[in-house]
């Protein structure tokens, strides 16, 4: 293991659990999440051979730094890649068209004649 799964000791075998908003690390034969990542606090994921990894900003609770996992096969790594990221973008489209409070002009709405 290398980045923050050394640091933190995120070691051993793991299942993804993802979200609409999270992704759970839950360690086999455990039921609850040993660190649960905002989708927000990740700043990109990508794919090497069988490896996935994600790198977090200052504000996961990790952390900031890098989650290197090594999937079955160079395939599997790539599809957990590409759900990740469409996860990531279907988050930001979200915020992105809530719509806004509007907040009033406190500027005089008298005119000149």
């Known amino acids: 293991p290398k980045g923050l799964g ?3 000791s995120l070691t051993g075998v793991y299942r993804l659990c993802l979200s609409a908003r999270t992704v759970g ?3 086999l034969n455990c039921e609850q999440p040993s ?3 905002q989708l927000m606090n990740i700043r990109r994921c990508g794919h090497s051979d069988s490896f996935f990894f994600i790198e977090v900003g200052r504000s996961a609770v ?3 730094g890098e989650l290197w996992m090594q999937a079955d096969d160079a395939v599997v790594a790539q599809n957990i ?7 990531m973008k279907a988050l930001k489209e979200l915020f992105e068209f809530r719509p806004r409070s509007k907040s009033q002009s406190s500027g005089s709405s008298a005119t000149h004649p």
């Open 81 to 87: 890649h590409e759900t990740i990221l469409e996860a």
């Open 35 to 37: 660190v649960t990542l």
């Open 25 to 27: 690390f839950v360690k």
């Open 6 to 8: 050394q640091s933190r």
């Open 62 to 64: 990790t952390g900031p």
